[in-house]
C-alpha cells in the first residue's frame, strides 16, 4: 500500500527518503559513463562507425490530370498543362528499376523490340517500364460513340515503352501523366471519345445529340485545338453545334477537345409562351404544313423514337421527365404552326425545327433555324417593312450581328438557347414576313459589323426614336461598358451627319450644343425644353414628349423600388450618413422630393434621388430610373397630341422633373423628355430619315458605330 505508508511519513521522513533516491539515480549516471568509456577503449583498433547514415530516398510524385499531349518524341513529352507549354522528360528504365516503380522492366538501355528501335530519351535510355494503358475499353475504328485510332481492342496494356509506335499513340491525346522526382513514369490515356451537337450545357453536364446527359468529372480540362492553342471551359461550348469531341472516363466528361472553327449558320431561339409571360408553357399544340416527325431524346437512354405525322395533324405533346422532344418537318421548307400561343401577327408559324425540354419549372420551347431566315421575322418585328430600303438593310445588318454575338456566346446555355424571342434580345415572329424586310436580309447575305480590327463583331444595339442626341453603354452600369467605344455619343443632325462621312465641319441649322455639356443641369433643361431643326428625327411623335402625374401613389413607388432591389440590389441605394448602401427597402408613407442627380452621356438620367419620410434613396441606371417612375396609368403625351399607354417603362430616361407639393409631401409630377428607348447605338427612325435623304446602308452604320466596317462572313467558314 505505496500510498498508505507515504501518507503515514513524517514530513522529515519524506525528505530523507527523496534525497536517497537522488543519491542512487547519480550513482546509477555515473556507473553508465564509467561502462561506456571501458567498452569504447575495447575497440579502439575496430573501423569507427559512419558519423551519419545515408537517408532512404523518398521519392516526390506528382500526378498531373487529363493534359494534353502536343508531341512525343526523344526530347520527352511535350505537354500544355495549366496555360503553359511543358517539355517533361521520361524517366530511364534504370531509374525506375532502381526506385522500384518500373513495372516489368527489360533490361537497361533496351529500347523497343526486335526489329523496332527504342527512342532514346533524357537522360538514360528507356527500358520497358510502367505501362501506357488506355481508360476504358479501346474500340475498334467507327464504332459509335468511340474514336476510331485503329487500335484493337485491350491493345498494349504492357506495351514497349518509347518506341516510335508508343509516341505517335501518345502524341496529340489526352492522358493522366504521373512524374517521379520530376520525371514521367506512367501515362493514362483517355482514349474513349463521343461528339454530337450541343444541346445544352452548364457547369455539371452538357446535353449531346445522340448521348443524352453526361456529366464532367471534378478535374474536367478543356482544349482549343484550332488556331493558337489555349485552355477553354464549357462556357466556350456553341450551343447548337458539333465543333468539339469529349474525352470520357467512367462514363463522364473529363476532358473538351475544341476541335475546329466554322461559321455558325443556325441560331436556336427559346420561345416565351403568350403575351412573352415567362418562358414556360403549360402546355404546347401545334400542327405542320407538311408532314412531319416527332422524336425523343432521353437523357437515360440516348436510343431515339421517331414517329411520322402526317400534314395538318394537330397534336398536345408531353414532354418525358429528363427528355427532349424535336418536331421536324420533312421537308425543308415546312412550316410549324403553333396554336398555343399568341402573338401580334395571331396563331404563330416557325421554320426550322422545335424541340420541347422537360424543366422542373414547366416545359420549355427552343426554335432552331438558319439564322437569315431567323432575320426574315426579326427584321419586320424590329423596323416596319414601309421603311426605306436602306434603313432596312442597315436594320437587317444590326439584327444579324447582334445575333451572331449571341450565337457565339449563349443567353441560355444550360436550356440550349442563343436567345429568347423577346425585346430582352430581339423581337422575333411577332409580326408576319413582309417581302421588303426579307429584300433586305437578303441583299446584306452574311454581312456583320465589325470593329476596327476587322474580325471581332460589334456590339450593336439599338433603339426606336433619339431627342435629338444619343448615349453610350455606360448607361447599363455594366463592366463591359467600357469595351464599346466605337458607340460614341452623337449630335443626330445633318451637320453632325456630313461632318462625320467628310471629316469636315457641315453648317447646321439650330444651334448646337456638344452631347458633353448636356450632363450639366441647365443646358440639358433648356434643350429638351427646346427643339432643333436640324435634327433628323425634329419631326417624330416620339422626339419630344410629356407625361404628367398628378397624383402621386407612395405605396406603388414603393412596390416599384423593391421589385428593382430584389432585381438588382447594386442599382438601389439607401443614404446612411454620407455614404449610400444596399439595403432592403423600408417603409413609407409619403415622398418628400425627387430630382435628378447626375446625368450621363447625352443628358441621359443616370441617377435619380428619391426622399421619403422614413429614408433618402440613390436609383440608378436609365432603365432603372424609367421604371421606378413609371406608375403604369398615366398616358404620354407625344409631341404630335397622340397618347400612348406606358404600362411598365417611361419612353426613355432624358426627361426633366418638376415636382408639385402640398406643404412637404409631393403629390405629382411632370416630365418633359424626349426619344424612345435607351438611346445606345442606331436610332431606328434616325436610320429612316438618313435612308430617306440619300444616305445607304454603310453611310448610316459608319454614323452609329465609329469606326467600325461591314463584313461578309461566308457560311462555309471563310471570310472577304
Known amino acids: 500500500m505505496p500510498g ?19 543519491l542512487l539515480g547519480v550513482f546509477l549516471l555515473l556507473l553508465l559513463a564509467v561502462v561506456s568509456l571501458l567498452h569504447g577503449g575495447d575497440h579502439e583498433e575496430e573501423t569507427p562507425q559512419q558519423d551519419s547514415v545515408e537517408q532512404e530516398h523518398i521519392p516526390m510524385v506528382e500526378h498531373l490530370h487529363n493534359v494534353w499531349v502536343m508531341e512525343a518524341d526523344a526530347r520527352g513529352l511535350l505537354c500544355y498543362v495549366a496555360g503553359e507549354e511543358r517539355l517533361l522528360q521520361v524517366a530511364a528504365a534504370e531509374v525506375l528499376g532502381q526506385r522500384g516503380i518500373a513495372g516489368q522492366l527489360g533490361s537497361a538501355g533496351q529500347g523497343g523490340t526486335a526489329g523496332q528501335p527504342g527512342i532514346v530519351w533524357q537522360p538514360g535510355t528507356i527500358g520497358q517500364p510502367g505501362s501506357t494503358r488506355q481508360s476504358g475499353t479501346m474500340s475498334q475504328p467507327g464504332n459509335a460513340g468511340q474514336s476510331g485510332n485503329g487500335l484493337e481492342q485491350g491493345y498494349a496494356q504492357e506495351e514497349d515503352w518509347g518506341t516510335e509506335a508508343w509516341c505517335l499513340r501518345v502524341r496529340e491525346q489526352v492522358a493522366d501523366l504521373e512524374l517521379t522526382d520530376g520525371l514521367v513514369t506512367d501515362v493514362e490515356l483517355k482514349s474513349q471519345k463521343v461528339s454530337g451537337k ?10 449531346l445529340e445522340g448521348q443524352g446527359r453526361l456529366e464532367f468529372t471534378r478535374e474536367v480540362q478543356g482544349y482549343r485545338l484550332y488556331r493558337e492553342l489555349m485552355t477553354v471551359t464549357y462556357q466556350d461550348l456553341r450551343i447548337g453545334y458539333d465543333f468539339a469531341d469529349f474525352c470520357l472516363e467512367e462514363g463522364k466528361i473529363c476532358a473538351i477537345l475544341l476541335a475546329r472553327e466554322e461559321a455558325m449558320e443556325t441560331i436556336r431561339v427559346l420561345l416565351k409562351n403568350s403575351d412573352y409571360q415567362g418562358i414556360y408553357h403549360d402546355r404546347v399544340e401545334l400542327t405542320c404544313d407538311t408532314d412531319y416527325t416527332v422524336q425523343v431524346l432521353s437523357a437515360a437512354n440516348s436510343q431515339e423514337t421517331v414517329t411520322l405525322h402526317t400534314a395538318g395533324e394537330r397534336m398536345e405533346l408531353t414532354v418525358p421527365e429528363g427528355a427532349r422532344l424535336v418536331v421536324k418537318p420533312t421537308v425543308r421548307t415546312g412550316k410549324m404552326i403553333l396554336t398555343s400561343i399568341r402573338r401580334s ?11 420541347l425540354l422537360w424543366t422542373e419549372g414547366g416545359t420549355v420551347l427552343i426554335n432552331e433555324l438558319p439564322l437569315e431566315e431567323y432575320l426574315y421575322s426579326v427584321v419586320p418585328s424590329e423596323m416596319p417593312a414601309s421603311y426605306p430600303q436602306e434603313a432596312l438593310k442597315a436594320q437587317a445588318i444590326c439584327a444579324r450581328t447582334y445575333a451572331y454575338t449571341h450565337m457565339q456566346r449563349a443567353g441560355y446555355e444550360a436550356l440550349g438557347a442563343h436567345v429568347d424571342d423577346s425585346s430582352s434580345y430581339q423581337v422575333y415572329n411577332n409580326i408576319l414576313e413582309q417581302e421588303e424586310a426579307t429584300a433586305a436580309v437578303k441583299a446584306t447575305y452574311g454581312q456583320l459589323l465589325v470593329r476596327e480590327d476587322g474580325v471581332t463583331p460589334a456590339e450593336t444595339y439599338y ?39 467628310t471629316g469636315t465641319a457641315v453648317e447646321t441649322i439650330g444651334e448646337a450644343v456638344g452631347p458633353e455639356e448636356l450632363i450639366q443641369e441647365e443646358i440639358f433643361a433648356a434643350a429638351i425644353r427646346s427643339t432643333d431643326p436640324g435634327d433628323f428625327e425634329a419631326d417624330e411623335g416620339w422626339y419630344r414628349w410629356t407625361y404628367t402625374v398628378k397624383t402621386l401613389d407612395p405605396g406603388r413607388v414603393l412596390e416599384r423600388l423593391r421589385n428593382r432591389y430584389d432585381t438588382n440590389d447594386r442599382l438601389v441605394l439607401t443614404r446612411d450618413g454620407e455614404d449610400y ?26 441617377e435619380l434621388l428619391i426622399e421619403t419620410d ?5 436609383i440608378i441606371s436609365e432603365n432603372t430610373i424609367r421604371y421606378v417612375l413609371c406608375d403604369g396609368e398615366t398616358l404620354v403625351q407625344r409631341q404630335d397630341g397622340s397618347r400612348v399607354n406606358a404600362k411598365t417603362l417611361l419612353p426613355s430616361a432624358f426627361f426633366t422633373i418638376e415636382i408639385a407639393k402640398e406643404g412637404e409631401t409631393v403629390v405629382g409630377y411632370n416630365l418633359t423628355g424626349g426619344g ?5 447605338g442606331m436610332s431606328q427612325n434616325g436610320a429612316r430619315s438618313m435612308a430617306a435623304e440619300g444616305y445607304g446602308a454603310g453611310d ?13 462572313i461566308y457560311y462555309d467558314g471563310e471570310a472577304d
Not at 4 to 20: G, P, V, Y
Not at 464 to 493: F, Q
Not at 614 to 618: E, M, P
Request: glycine share 10%; charged share 25%; net charge positive.
Open 700 to 712: 448610316i452604320l459608319r454614323f452609329f458605330y465609329e469606326g467600325c466596317s461591314v463584313k461578309e
Open 198 to 207: 450541343v444541346l445544352g450545357v452548364d457547369q455539371e453536364a452538357v446535353w
Open 614 to 618: 422614413r429614408d433618402t434613396y440613390k
Open 463 to 501: 433603339y426606336s426614336t433619339s431627342w435629338g442626341y444619343g448615349s453610350d453603354a455606360h448607361v447599363w452600369k455594366t463592366s463591359a461598358a467600357d469595351s464599346y467605344g466605337y458607340i460614341v455619343p452623337r449630335h443626330l443632325s445633318r451637320g453632325e451627319m456630313g461632318r462625320v462621312l
Open 676 to 680: 424612345f428607348g435607351h438611346g445606345v
Open 4 to 22: 498508505k505508508f507515504w501518507k503515514e511519513m513524517s514530513k522529515s521522513e519524506r525528505m530523507q527518503l527523496k534525497a536517497l533516491v537522488c
Open 345 to 355: 401577327q395571331g396563331i404563330p408559324a416557325y421554320r426550322g425545327s422545335l424541340e
Open 581 to 606: 448602401v444596399s439595403s432592403p427597402i423600408k417603409s413609407f408613407q409619403e415622398i418628400r422630393n425627387l430630382t435628378v442627380l447626375a446625368r450621363g452621356a447625352g443628358g441621359v438620367a443616370d
